[in-house]
C-alpha cells in the first residue's frame, strides 16, 4: 500500500524538473562540442593512435597503420591507408575509390565497405555492409553479426561467420543478445602493432585539457545531484528522515531488496531502449517512462537518506555544530557525489570504481526506502 502519495507527488515534480533543466543545458553543451569538432585530415603520418573520428580525404595517404580506440573511420574516394586499419570502438567506412593496403579489423562497430581492401576483414562485434563495389582480397570474418554482401563484391578469400546468439522469443522478440563489446582483437590478426602501448592523444585538445572538462562536468554534476537532493529535503523533510532510520535499522535487507530493484529497473529500460521492434517499444514506452519515473525517486529519497546520514557523521568527526536540518544534508550530497565525480574524472580503470561504488550506495538508499514503505 503506498503512503503519502502527495510526497511521491511533489518528489517526482522536483525530480523531473531538474533532469529536465539537466537535459536542456547538457544538450546544448554537446551540440556546441560537436559543432566545433570537424573530421580530422591525415596525411604522410607514420603509424599513429588517435581517439577521435578519422578521415582518410580524396588524395590523402597514411603510410602505416591507423591505430583507432574512439571514434569512427571513413576512407574516402581516392584516400589510400597503406597499413592496417584497427578500430577499437567505432563504425569503419570505405567508400568507393578507398583503398586500404593491409588488414581491417574492428573490435566493436559495424563496416560498409565499398573501396579496396588488400587484406582481411575481420570484425568482432558488428555488421559487415559489402557494396557493389567492394573488393576484399583476403579473408572477411564476423564474431557476432550478420553480413550483407552485395552480388557483385569480390571477395578473394573465405567467409568465416560466428555462431549468432539467438534473439529472445515472444514478448522480448526484436531485442537480440549480443556478445559483449570489449576492446579485444580476434585472436589470429596480423596486425602486431594494434597493441602496443597506446601513444599520446594526437587530437585537438590535450590530455590535460580533456581532464579539466571531465573535472568542469564532475562538477555540474554534482551541483545538479546537489540541488534536487535539496530540494527533495526542503519538500519533505520528515519522509527522508524516516528513510534514514530504515537505513540505519535494516541495512543488510534494504541493500539486497535495492540492488534487486535497481536491477530489474534498469535492465527492462534497457530492453525497451535496445528493442528493435517498434511495436515492442511503443507498447512499453508508457511503462518505461513509469520505470524512469520510479528510479529516479527511488534514488532521490534513498540519497537524500544516505546523504543525511554521512554528514551527520562528518560533523560529529570533526566536532562542528550546526542548528539547521539542512547543512548535513549537504554536507553529505557534497562530499558523497564529489568525491565520485572526481573518480569517475580520473578517467580509465578508474570509472569502473565510481560506477560500482554508485551502484552499492543508490542500493543502500533506495532499499532503505523501499523497506521503509513497506512496514
Known sequence: MIKNYRTYIRMAAAVIGAVGLLVLIAG??????????????????????????????????????????????????????????????????????????????????????????????????????????????????????????????????????????????????????????????????????????????????????????????????????????GLAYYLQPTFINRIRTSLTQQRPLGFVVGLLISLLLTMFMLLVLSSKSWFLAICLAPLSILALLLFLILNTGGWAALSLTVGERILAFTKMRTTQPLIPLLIGVTAMTGLLSFVWALGGCMRPVAYLAMLVLTSLGSGALIMQQMN
Open 28 to 229: 546544448g553543451v554537446l551540440y556546441a562540442h560537436t559543432a566545433q569538432q570537424a573530421p580530422r585530415l591525415i596525411v604522410n603520418a607514420d603509424s599513429e593512435s588517435f581517439y577521435d573520428d578519422v578521415t582518410v580525404e580524396s588524395g590523402d595517404v597514411h603510410t602505416g597503420d591507423i591505430i583507432l580506440y574512439t571514434g569512427d573511420l571513413r576512407v574516402e574516394s581516392g584516400g589510400t591507408v597503406k597499413g592496417a586499419a584497427v578500430v577499437y570502438s567505432g563504425d569503419i567506412t570505405i567508400e568507393e575509390g578507398g583503398t586500404v593496403a593491409g588488414d581491417v579489423v574492428g573490435a566493436s562497430g559495424d563496416a560498409r565497405i565499398a573501396g579496396h581492401i588488400q587484406g582481411n576483414l575481420v570484425i568482432w562485434s558488428g555488421d559487415i555492409a559489402l557494396e557493389s563495389s567492394a573488393t576484399v582480397d583476403g579473408d572477411i570474418s564476423v564474431m557476432s553479426g550478420d553480413i550483407h554482401r552485395d552480388r557483385d563484391a569480390e571477395i578473394g578469400g573465405s567467409i568465416i561467420a560466428g555462431p549468432k546468439l539467438p534473439e529472445f522469443p515472444g514478448l522480448l522478440e526484436g531485442f537480440p543478445l549480443r556478445a559483449p563489446e570489449l576492446p579485444v582483437l580476434p585472436i589470429g590478426t596480423a596486425v602486431e602493432r594494434a597493441v602496443a602501448p597506446p601513444a599520446a592523444p594526437s587530437g585537438d585538445l590535450s590530455g590535460l585539457t580533456r581532464f579539466v572538462l571531465r573535472l568542469v562536468a564532475a562538477s555540474f554534476f554534482t551541483a545538479i545531484v546537489v540541488l534536487i537532493t
